[in-house]
Protein backbone atom coordinates (compact mmCIF):
# COMPACT_ATOMS: atom_id res chain seq x y z
CA UNK A 1 0.00 0.00 0.00
CA UNK A 2 1.04 3.51 -0.40
CA UNK A 3 1.76 5.88 2.58
CA UNK A 4 2.43 9.28 2.35
CA UNK A 5 3.26 11.69 5.22
CA UNK A 6 2.36 15.13 5.36
CA UNK A 7 3.88 15.68 8.95
CA UNK A 8 2.92 15.47 12.61
CA UNK A 9 0.06 12.66 12.70
CA UNK A 10 -1.39 13.65 9.14
CA UNK A 11 -0.71 10.50 6.42
CA UNK A 12 -3.16 8.85 3.53
CA UNK A 13 -2.73 5.56 2.44
CA UNK A 14 -4.23 4.38 -0.64
CA UNK A 15 -7.10 1.96 -0.12
CA UNK A 16 -8.30 -0.37 -2.98
CA UNK A 17 -8.22 2.73 -5.20
CA UNK A 18 -9.07 5.24 -2.57
CA UNK A 19 -7.41 7.85 -1.15
CA UNK A 20 -7.58 8.12 2.54
CA UNK A 21 -6.50 10.40 4.54
CA UNK A 22 -5.45 10.99 8.15
CA UNK A 23 -5.73 13.87 10.84
CA UNK A 24 -5.36 16.71 8.47
CA UNK A 25 -2.67 19.24 10.16
CA UNK A 26 -0.54 21.51 7.81
CA UNK A 27 -1.35 24.33 7.44
CA UNK A 28 -0.18 24.75 11.23
CA UNK A 29 2.95 23.16 11.28
CA UNK A 30 6.19 25.21 10.49
CA UNK A 31 7.89 21.28 9.43
CA UNK A 32 5.25 20.71 6.94
CA UNK A 33 5.43 24.25 4.81
CA UNK A 34 6.46 22.52 1.57
CA UNK A 35 3.50 20.44 1.37
CA UNK A 36 1.18 22.02 -1.05
CA UNK A 37 -2.34 21.63 1.18
CA UNK A 38 -4.42 21.83 -1.86
CA UNK A 39 -2.61 19.08 -3.51
CA UNK A 40 -3.50 16.65 -1.01
CA UNK A 41 -6.19 13.96 -2.37
CA UNK A 42 -8.73 12.45 -0.45
CA UNK A 43 -11.59 10.66 -0.73
CA UNK A 44 -12.44 10.05 3.11
CA UNK A 45 -10.95 11.49 5.66
CA UNK A 46 -10.50 10.08 9.09
CA UNK A 47 -10.37 11.78 12.20
CA UNK A 48 -8.90 10.34 15.65
CA UNK A 49 -10.28 12.72 18.04
CA UNK A 50 -11.15 16.45 18.04
CA UNK A 51 -7.87 18.10 19.02
CA UNK A 52 -6.63 21.17 17.01
CA UNK A 53 -3.70 18.88 15.71
CA UNK A 54 -5.11 16.54 13.85
CA UNK A 55 -8.18 18.62 12.52
CA UNK A 56 -7.10 21.96 11.56
CA UNK A 57 -7.64 21.42 7.90
CA UNK A 58 -9.91 19.09 7.89
CA UNK A 59 -12.50 21.73 6.37
CA UNK A 60 -10.43 23.37 4.18
CA UNK A 61 -9.63 19.41 2.68
CA UNK A 62 -13.21 17.95 2.72
CA UNK A 63 -14.69 21.53 0.54
CA UNK A 64 -12.10 21.13 -2.09
CA UNK A 65 -12.51 17.47 -2.19
CA UNK A 66 -15.43 16.67 -1.35
CA UNK A 67 -14.32 13.89 0.91
CA UNK A 68 -16.35 11.99 3.42
CA UNK A 69 -15.53 12.73 7.14
CA UNK A 70 -15.57 9.40 9.25
CA UNK A 71 -15.86 10.77 13.07
CA UNK A 72 -16.77 10.28 16.20
CA UNK A 73 -20.48 11.88 16.92
CA UNK A 74 -19.69 14.31 19.06
CA UNK A 75 -17.13 15.72 16.29
CA UNK A 76 -19.86 14.75 13.19
CA UNK A 77 -22.52 17.07 14.86
CA UNK A 78 -19.59 20.02 15.48
CA UNK A 79 -18.60 19.74 11.76
CA UNK A 80 -22.47 19.22 10.95
CA UNK A 81 -22.81 22.99 12.53
CA UNK A 82 -20.17 24.25 10.30
CA UNK A 83 -21.82 22.97 6.73
CA UNK A 84 -19.69 19.82 6.89
CA UNK A 85 -22.76 17.43 5.84
CA UNK A 86 -20.68 14.82 4.12
CA UNK A 87 -19.68 13.05 7.24
CA UNK A 88 -19.89 9.04 8.59
CA UNK A 89 -20.35 9.11 12.27
CA UNK A 90 -18.75 6.22 14.47
CA UNK A 91 -18.61 5.46 17.86
CA UNK A 92 -15.43 3.11 19.89
CA UNK A 93 -15.75 -0.47 19.20
CA UNK A 94 -18.16 -0.14 16.21
CA UNK A 95 -17.35 -1.58 12.36
CA UNK A 96 -18.41 -0.56 8.91
CA UNK A 97 -18.06 -1.97 5.82
CA UNK A 98 -16.72 1.17 3.10
CA UNK A 99 -16.07 0.56 -0.15
CA UNK A 100 -12.42 -0.13 0.32
CA UNK A 101 -12.79 -2.30 3.22
CA UNK A 102 -13.98 -2.65 6.88
CA UNK A 103 -12.84 -0.27 9.54
CA UNK A 104 -13.27 -0.85 12.94
CA UNK A 105 -12.46 1.97 15.44
CA UNK A 106 -11.13 1.18 18.92
CA UNK A 107 -10.62 2.99 21.74
CA UNK A 108 -7.95 5.36 22.60
CA UNK A 109 -6.51 6.34 26.22
CA UNK A 110 -6.16 10.54 25.53
CA UNK A 111 -9.28 13.24 25.33
CA UNK A 112 -10.69 14.79 22.52
CA UNK A 113 -11.97 18.94 23.20
CA UNK A 114 -12.64 20.45 19.93
CA UNK A 115 -10.53 23.80 19.45
CA UNK A 116 -13.44 26.30 20.13
CA UNK A 117 -13.92 24.51 23.83
CA UNK A 118 -16.93 22.14 22.25
CA UNK A 119 -17.28 19.15 23.85
CA UNK A 120 -15.48 16.31 21.62
CA UNK A 121 -16.89 12.79 22.75
CA UNK A 122 -13.86 9.89 22.96
CA UNK A 123 -10.75 9.47 20.43
CA UNK A 124 -10.31 6.70 18.64
CA UNK A 125 -7.89 4.55 16.49
CA UNK A 126 -8.89 2.51 13.38
CA UNK A 127 -8.04 -1.12 12.01
CA UNK A 128 -8.38 -1.27 8.34
CA UNK A 129 -8.79 -4.60 7.36
CA UNK A 130 -8.64 -4.19 3.59
CA UNK A 131 -8.43 -7.06 0.24
CA UNK A 132 -4.61 -6.60 0.61
CA UNK A 133 -3.38 -5.70 4.00
CA UNK A 134 -4.31 -4.73 7.21
CA UNK A 135 -3.17 -1.78 9.15
CA UNK A 136 -3.72 0.18 12.52
CA UNK A 137 -4.09 3.71 13.74
CA UNK A 138 -4.04 4.08 17.36
CA UNK A 139 -4.20 7.57 17.28
CA UNK A 140 -2.70 9.87 20.10
CA UNK A 141 -2.94 7.45 22.89
CA UNK A 142 -1.54 5.96 25.94
CA UNK A 143 -0.26 2.33 25.74
CA UNK A 144 -3.11 -0.02 26.84
CA UNK A 145 -3.85 -3.59 27.71
CA UNK A 146 -6.68 -3.00 25.11
CA UNK A 147 -4.36 -2.88 22.43
CA UNK A 148 -3.80 -6.96 22.67
CA UNK A 149 -6.87 -7.01 21.61
CA UNK A 150 -6.62 -5.64 18.19
CA UNK A 151 -5.29 -8.89 16.19
CA UNK A 152 -8.48 -10.99 17.58
CA UNK A 153 -10.32 -8.32 14.57
CA UNK A 154 -7.20 -8.00 12.37
CA UNK A 155 -3.44 -8.64 12.26
CA UNK A 156 -1.89 -5.53 10.94
CA UNK A 157 0.74 -5.84 8.67
CA UNK A 158 2.00 -1.91 10.01
CA UNK A 159 0.59 0.36 12.01
CA UNK A 160 0.65 3.97 12.68
CA UNK A 161 1.20 5.28 16.43
CA UNK A 162 2.84 8.25 18.30
CA UNK A 163 6.17 8.19 19.14
CA UNK A 164 6.93 11.67 20.69
CA UNK A 165 6.15 11.14 24.76
CA UNK A 166 4.48 13.68 26.99
CA UNK A 167 1.24 14.03 25.60
CA UNK A 168 1.15 10.00 24.11
CA UNK A 169 2.69 7.11 23.76
CA UNK A 170 6.70 7.32 23.69
CA UNK A 171 9.09 4.87 22.00
CA UNK A 172 9.13 2.41 24.52
CA UNK A 173 5.67 2.48 25.13
CA UNK A 174 5.20 2.67 21.04
CA UNK A 175 7.31 -0.78 20.87
CA UNK A 176 5.78 -2.89 23.60
CA UNK A 177 2.23 -1.78 21.89
CA UNK A 178 4.00 -3.32 18.55
CA UNK A 179 4.20 -6.42 20.65
CA UNK A 180 0.80 -6.37 22.27
CA UNK A 181 -0.65 -6.06 18.56
CA UNK A 182 1.54 -8.71 16.46
CA UNK A 183 2.82 -6.55 14.39
CA UNK A 184 6.50 -5.97 13.61
CA UNK A 185 6.70 -2.42 10.87
CA UNK A 186 5.65 0.47 12.43
CA UNK A 187 5.72 4.00 11.27
CA UNK A 188 6.46 6.35 13.99
CA UNK A 189 4.12 9.85 13.93
CA UNK A 190 3.26 12.73 16.59
CA UNK A 191 6.82 13.65 17.35
CA UNK A 192 9.34 16.55 16.66
CA UNK A 193 6.59 19.20 15.53
CA UNK A 194 6.77 21.01 18.75
CA UNK A 195 9.57 20.75 21.60
CA UNK A 196 7.18 19.13 24.16
CA UNK A 197 7.14 15.68 21.51
CA UNK A 198 11.33 16.11 20.57
CA UNK A 199 12.94 12.99 20.45
CA UNK A 200 16.38 11.08 19.26
CA UNK A 201 15.16 9.41 15.94
CA UNK A 202 18.44 7.16 15.48
CA UNK A 203 17.88 6.48 19.00
CA UNK A 204 14.69 5.34 18.36
CA UNK A 205 15.07 3.19 15.36
CA UNK A 206 18.10 1.69 17.26
CA UNK A 207 15.22 0.73 20.67
CA UNK A 208 12.92 -0.74 17.96
CA UNK A 209 15.17 -3.03 15.87
CA UNK A 210 17.26 -4.50 18.98
CA UNK A 211 13.53 -5.28 20.07
CA UNK A 212 13.29 -7.20 16.98
CA UNK A 213 10.87 -4.09 15.75
CA UNK A 214 10.96 -1.89 12.66
CA UNK A 215 10.09 1.79 13.10
CA UNK A 216 9.64 3.75 9.90
CA UNK A 217 10.16 7.55 10.01
CA UNK A 218 9.20 8.69 6.09
CA UNK A 219 10.52 12.23 5.53
CA UNK A 220 7.28 14.85 5.57
CA UNK A 221 6.00 15.02 1.60
CA UNK A 222 7.37 11.57 1.40
CA UNK A 223 5.34 8.61 0.37
CA UNK A 224 6.68 4.77 0.68
CA UNK A 225 4.95 0.94 -0.25
CA UNK A 226 4.67 -0.55 3.10
NI1 LIG B 1 -4.49 14.87 20.87
MN1 LIG C 1 -2.12 15.27 19.02
Known amino acids: MKFSYYGHACFGVECEGKQVLFDPFISGNPLAKDIDIDAIPA ?11 HIYDCERIATRTGAKIVCNWEIHEWLGRKGLANTHP ?9 EFGTVK ?24 KTGKRSFYYSGDTALTLDMQLIPSFAVPDFAIMPIGDNFTMGVEDAARAAQYINCR ?21 D ?20
Open 185 to 205: TIIGVHYNTFGFITIDTAQAQ
Open 43 to 53: DYIFLSHGHVD
Open 90 to 98: MNTGGKWAF
Open 105 to 128: TTAAQHSSGLPDGSYGGNPMGFIF
Open 207 to 226: YFSRHGLELLLPGIGATIEV
